[in-house]
């Protein structure tokens, strides 16, 4: 028997699995609905009971530590079939339990990462920083310029992929219940590199287009393109699948993804005005709660 949230964050229950298979059969229930267990006394979702794990197309790792088995990768034609809830709330709920859970380590990482492109940022800036002087001091906008700052912005782009796909996977190792350390951070510089410089060159490519023609699609592929970097890195994809998959599936709720991206970005700011500092904490969380989202929409199988 089990007690269930609903949408409306009432209490229903105590109800039979098969109660609960058919809410989830219904679209009533889904993997974040938050339900206990008979007996019990913490709140999970659904995705955490192996029991449900054949009907929400998921399953989390503590669900599978409690089978034992393993699981399978949705094929890119079942994510494009099926369809998906995204919880923004749940997911930095979630996040800020992980952050919790391994503070330091991912702190400490994620700062890493942040100081070399910080440095990459610095070595660009001395490309760029004559054009740019002699715009702002001189008054002076010419077509060289512009170009000098686009083609080094455009060629710079696939150093931060790499980097951040590297950080995504290990939040996504964490996420999994699995151990993760510096080196997983850095994973974007193996297997995945070439393809993820092809997708940071391409994607800031067709950016500049988009925003040159108007804002409108610029700020559509760049949500678009979200999960983009972690179907490169963690499904092996090749860059230009991946963003077609990652664009698909994100145009069904592609105003949900947004409003968790401009939350994310919120959170960012919020570490901003803490003098600072606090972006060492809120910009883990953002980002740790995106890979929940990525494990949300594209998730496992029972195998």
Not at 42 to 59: M, Q, R, T, V, Y
Request: aromatic share 10%.
């Amino acid at each position: 028997m089990y007690s269930i949230i609903g949408g409306d964050q009432q209490q229903y229950g105590p109800v039979s699995a098969e109660e609960v298979r058919r809410w989830i059969a219904e679209g009533r229930a889904n993997a974040q609905t938050q339900a206990l267990a008979q007996g019990a006394t913490e709140w999970k979702p659904l995705s955490a009971f192996p029991e449900f794990g054949d009907l929400l197309g998921a399953i989390s790792p503590v669900a599978l530590a409690a089978t034992g088995g393993g699981t399978t990768l949705l094929s890119p034609e079942e994510l494009l079939a099926r369809d998906y809830d995204l919880d923004i709330g749940e997911c930095l709920t979630r996040s800020w339990q992980l952050v919790k859970k391994h503070f330091w380590p991912i702190v400490g990482i994620t700062l890493l990462v942040l100081v070399v492109m910080g440095v990459v940022n610095q070595l660009i800036g001395l490309l760029t920083r004559p054009a740019i002087n002699d715009m702002i001091f001189n008054h002076r906008i010419s077509v060289g310029a512009i170009l000098i700052i686009c083609g080094v912005s455009i060629l710079s782009t696939p150093i931060y992929t790499i980097l951040i796909a590297g950080l995504y996977k290990y939040y996504l190792k964490l996420i999994r219940g699995e151990s993760a350390g510096i080196g997983d951070a850095f994973s974007g510089f193996g297997p995945a590199t070439g393809q993820l410089a092809l997708l940071g060159l391409v994607s800031g490519i067709l950016n500049i287009l988009a925003f040159c023609l108007c804002v409108l699609p610029s700020v559509y592929l760049t949500v678009a393109w979200t999960f983009a970097m972690p179907l490169v890195i963690d499904r092996g994809m090749g860059f230009w699948p991946a963003m077609k998959l990652s664009r698909k599936v994100v145009t069904k709720h592609w105003f949900l993804v947004f409003a968790l991206v401009v939350v994310v970005g919120l959170v960012a700011f919020a570490g901003i005005i803490a003098c600072c500092i606090g972006i060492l904490v809120t910009i883990p969380i953002g980002w740790v709660s995106l890979m929940y989202a990525y494990e949300d929409i594209f998730g496992r199988r029972a195998a």
